[in-house]
Structure formats: C-alpha cells, structure tokens
C-alpha cells in the first residue's frame, strides 16, 4: 500500500466513524463537532484525489459555514441539547428511508469501481470558473436566486418575533 | 516502510513548525508591550533578564506548569477541544506562505483559497469553548466571535478576489512572480485598505476585540481557561496576527520580491511592519461596541469592496 492509500483509508476511517458517531451520540454539540471531523475527512479524501479547489472549498463552506452556522444554531436555541434523532416520532419510515439510501451510495460506489486520482488538467481551477460562469451560469445564478430568497426568508422570521 | 518514513517527518515538520509559533509568539508579545509602554511613556518590562527581555520566556514557562483547572460543570470534550481548534488553524495557514525558493510548506494551486479557508475553522474551537466552559461570559465571547468572524470574511474575502483577478492565478508562488515589478499596492490601494483593515478583526485584535473585552466580559471566550490551554489561545491570537501579516504583504507588499537582500529577509521586515502598525492601532484606538462592529461591517465594508470589486473589474477591462 503506498503512502497515499493507506492516507485515503486513515481518512476514510475517520469519515465513517464521525459519520456513524454523529447519528448515535445523544448529545447534539457532540453530534456537531463528530460531523466537523467527518467533513473534514472527507476534505482529506478530495486532496488525496487531486481536487484541491473543493477540497479547500469544502472547509471554507462547510466547516467554516454551514458547521458554524448549526452551532450557532444550537447555542441561540435554548431547547436544543437534545439530539433530533431522539425526537423522531415514526422511527420505521425514517429507518426504510435511510436504508435505501444508504444501500443506493453504497451500491453506485461499488459499481463505479476502485478509485484512480485524475490527471490534474493544466489551470483546473481557471477550466471550472470559466465553466460556472459561461455553460453552467443558469444553474450557478439559480442557486444564487435561491440563497437570496433564504435570506429574505431568515430577514423577516427574524423581523416578525420584534414586538 | 518509506511512507512510514514520510508520514514520521511530516509530524516532525508540524512538531517544528508548532516550536517556530511558539518562539514567534513570545517575541510579539515582548514587542507589544515594550512598543505599547514607550507609546504609552512607560519603559514596560524590565527585571527579567537585560532590558527585560526574557520576560516572555519565564512566562511562557509559568504558564505550562500552572494547573489546568477546569469548570466543573463544563463539557470535557469540548472544553478541550476548543484551544487546540483554534490553535492548530492558525498554524496551519502558515503553510501556503511562500517564504522565498524553497521555503514553502506547500505550493497549492489554490493557496490563496486556502489562507482565507482555514483560519475559518477556528470559529468553531471558539464556539466549542465558549459553550463548553459553562459560563456567560464565555458563552456570550464565543457569540461574538464567531459573529464578527462571519461578518468580516466577506469584506476581506471580496479584497483579496481583487488581487486574484488580477494575477490570474490562486498559487501564493504566482502571486509573488506577479508583482516582480509593481506591488498591488500601488494597483490596489482601496483593497489594501479594506484587507487591513478586516484582518484587524478577524485576528480580534483592538479596536475588534469585543470577543474578549474585559470591561464587559472579563476575558470573553478565554475566561475559564488557564494554564497550557490559555496558552493556546495566546498562540493562536498571535500566529494569526503573523500569519494575517506575512499575507498582506504577500497580497499587496510584493511578498519576498525586493533588491540585495534575500527573499526571507524582505518578507519578514514587510511582516514586522504590518504587525507594528497592528501594535500601533492597538494601542491608539479604543474599543468598538458590538452594534458599531455589526454595522461597520454590514453597512460600509460589504458596500464598499463590492464597490471596489466592481471598479477593478472595469478598470481591468478598460487597459486590457
């Protein structure tokens, strides 16, 4: 095994316990932090393979953002130390529904095969800006059309709760 | 057993880098309280060791035999977690950070990226350790921090997209061979300025540093740490401070570029002077209220380096 598998399995392996960690642990902080490590991992995982634009792009986003953002969630919500699995009130359609996901990823990895990294092409990052901004600036403007509405949406929950 | 051999001097390699922060941290801390005390029209420390300069040495020792006391209601986990999640960040954006030839610890095609990515994930060790500490004061520091986190990366992100454009290039090492001739400074004054600027708060340092502000939070999201952890912070704080530096002056200063001296040289004395200014400022200007901070940042630098965004883009048109 060279260097770089046994890396990409090092990560592998703390991606699956922080994944399996965060949907077992009762508490919700601990669930937070075991999705920081699992995102993280899988950061490493995209390095290994030669994406370094997402996976720089998956800290900045995901551990910078979105695992900020859920802290500070949890923190401003005096209620939530609770985990939301705990909540769940028809435990047998979220278990079927997490099944056949689960079994679907699982089956489309195994039919892609074992993993080879890429060929980095020549200025990748140069190749992908030039591709959100010209064939797929439908799709890019889109999503931005809907972050817009989500912060309109967050902007007047937030207004509504003034007296 | 090559890998074997490689992953071992990798971990030695990040065991140096961590001893090079520590010695950093305790000449900027020597550094800012003697530049403070002679703005101020003190002397500052004087009785350890000549002109009291191993002051920050028999502190340091202090601190790592002190007791690691901890709440008793805090979260173990999270407690510890936190300092060594803002620490280890703050070391690691070191790495992108070309220090002339091969002084480099990696030349990413996405350095710049990078820099701005990683130094993000200690928002989270503060969040932890604000929460995990059981304590208002924490709580409310950790709050703080991250909000004013969020809210400055934006403007200085939109800066540093300027000089980007600019180079063509994400690499740190491409940004160097870019600015050979004219530094960005003179291209980009106005990012320049918004950089500084919000660097200042995302390192909270004065007049950014509500987080901690001991008038009303006794020490913000440090106040129930002491000890090696307290340490940590203390690192942290200071290796962003460096780190924030070295990059404006690779950004806008032209980096190692410059005549006769080595490249190592040129980009340390760029450095000092970036942080001198910072120990300037800190020592000038008091204090923002939380609402100031938030406005500041909403009202004005979002505007403004959208603005500059803009202007760049038209004025690099407009020669092309």
Known sequence: MSLQDSLFAGFGLIAVVGALYAVITRSLLRAIVALGAFLTAVAGEFYLLSADFVAVVQIFVYVGGILVLMLFALMLSASGVRHPLAAIDRPGLGAVLAYAIGGGLVWASWTAGTFVPAELPEDAVGALGRALLGTQLGPFELIGVILLASVIAALSIARREQP | ?320
């Open chain 2, 1 to 320: 057993m090559s890998h074997l051999l490689t992953f071992a001097l990798g971990l030695l390699l990040g065991a140096v880098a961590f001893t090079i922060v520590g010695a950093l941290t305790a000449i900027l801390v020597l550094t800012e309280r003697k530049v403070g005390a002679r703005i101020q029209g003190r002397v500052g420390p004087m009785h350890t060791g000549p002109q009291g300069s191993l002051q920050t040495i028999a502190d340091m020792v202090k601190l790592v035999m002190k007791e690691d006391v901890r709440p008793a209601r805090a979260d173990a986990v999270a407690f510890g977690l936190g300092p060594l999640l803002v620490a280890v960040p703050a070391i690691l954006s070191l790495a992108v950070i070309p220090f002339g030839g091969p002084l480099i610890m990696r030349d990413l095609n996405v350095g710049v990226l990078y820099f701005l990515a990683v130094p993000g994930v200690t928002v989270v060790g503060l969040l932890l350790a604000g929460w995990a500490s059981y304590d208002n004061y924490s709580f409310l520091g950790g709050l703080r921090s991250s909000a004013q986190f969020i809210s400055y990366e934006i403007p200085r992100g939109l800066a540093v997209v300027t000089v980007v454009m600019l180079a063509g290039s994400l690499s740190t090492v491409d940004l160097l061979e870019a600015q050979s001739r004219v530094p960005y400074i003179v291209l980009l004054p106005l990012s320049f300025l918004i950089y500084a600027i919000t660097s200042l708060a995302e390192v909270n340092r004065i007049p950014f540093d509500i987080p901690e502000a001991e008038s009303e939070l006794v020490a913000g999201y440090h106040t129930e740490y002491s000890g090696f952890r307290w340490a940590l912070f203390f690192l942290a704080e200071y290796a962003g401070l460096f780190a924030a530096s070295a990059f404006g002056a690779l950004l806008f200063l032209g980096g190692g570029n410059g005549p006769l001296l080595p490249a190592v040289v040129w980009l340390i004395l760029k450095t000092s002077a970036l942080m001198f200014v910072g120990i300037w400022i800190r020592f000038t200007l008091p204090r923002f209220r939380a609402d100031q901070l938030m406005r500041l940042a909403w009202k004005f630098f979002l505007p403004l380096s959208l603005a500059n965004l803009v202007l760049a883009a038209l004025v690099m048109k407009a020669v092309a």
